[in-house]
């Protein structure tokens, strides 16, 4: 039974900083591409970050690069994103996501919600003003 758990949301300032992070089971996770996603009130989930497999390659929506950094850690099962200089439009609730195993394709794939198999419940980041 594969598991994605996500941790770490929470209520931050602007400008602040929070580190969420995903733990996963049930599936060897070295060899998934993992990806973070969001999804605002009323608004549809929009990609934020991916990393490949072998955490060599990372994609970035335009809206938070150069503030928000996905990592993983494939002896711990994990996946982070890193989020510095947080605005009010950050807010949402948070999902990672897998996709594979050794799965090809990267790019405009990895951005795509449905190429993804696996899914968290989700964790809640608010930005307050």
């Known amino acids: 039974q594969v598991q994605l758990v996500e941790s770490g949301g929470g209520l931050v300032q602007v400008g602040g900083s929070l580190r969420v992070s995903c733990a996963t089971s049930?599936?060897?996770?070295?060899?998934?591409?993992m990806g973070w996603f969001r999804q605002a009130p009323g608004k549809e989930r929009e990609f934020v970050a991916a990393?490949?497999?072998?955490?060599?390659?990372?994609l970035n929506a335009d809206s938070v690069k150069g503030r928000f950094t996905i990592s993983r850690d494939n002896a711990q099962n994990t996946v982070y994103l890193q989020m510095n200089s947080l605005k009010p439009e950050d807010t949402a609730v948070y999902y990672c996501?897998?996709?594979?195993?050794?799965?090809?394709?990267?790019?405009?794939?990895?951005?795509?919600?449905?190429?993804?198999?696996?899914w968290g419940q989700g964790t809640q980041v608010t930005v307050s003003s």
């Open positions: 990393i490949r497999w072998s955490g060599g390659s990372t």
């Open positions: 049930g599936l060897t996770f070295s060899s998934y591409n």
């Open positions: 996501a897998a996709r594979g195993p050794w799965t090809t394709g990267w790019g405009d794939r990895s951005r795509n919600a449905g190429e993804y198999d696996y």
